[in-house]
């Protein structure tokens, strides 16, 4: 069973920066694709950006585009979130996931229990 744990959660303002962690147990990380999703107030769960087992494909909603990056150190079995030039709409729950392949990414079988991100105008 895989286990995913975020960190880096927070309050931020408009234009600011913040990183999540998502350290993963129970499962050698090389195995496995991470994704980064997100749920708005009020609204589905979306997803934001994922990564391939290797690192070597990345993929982004794009409405993050361009200012999010996501990161993984197998090494450390860690996968990042780096989030940059925040946005008030940016403000949500985030979700790290985890599957084993790329074409189902969208549709994980892991999940952490999710972190909050408050963006202030």
């Known amino acids: 069973q895989v286990q995913l744990l975020e960190s880096g959660g927070g309050l931020v303002q408009a234009g600011g920066s913040l990183t999540f962690s998502c350290a993963a147990s129970g499962r050698t990380l090389t195995t496995l694709c991470m994704a980064w999703f997100r749920q708005l107030p009020g609204k589905e769960r979306e997803f934001v950006a994922a990564i391939s087992r290797s690192g070597g494909t990345t993929e982004y909603a794009d409405s993050v585009k361009g200012r999010f990056t996501i990161s993984r150190d197998n090494a450390k079995n860690t996968v990042y979130l780096q989030m940059n030039s925040l946005k008030p709409e940016d403000t949500a729950v985030y979700y790290c996931?985890?599957?084993?392949?790329?074409?189902?990414?969208?549709?994980?079988?892991?999940w952490g229990q999710g972190t909050q991100v408050t963006v202030s105008s």
């Open positions: 996931a985890a599957d084993p392949f790329m074409y189902s990414i969208a549709n994980p079988n892991y």
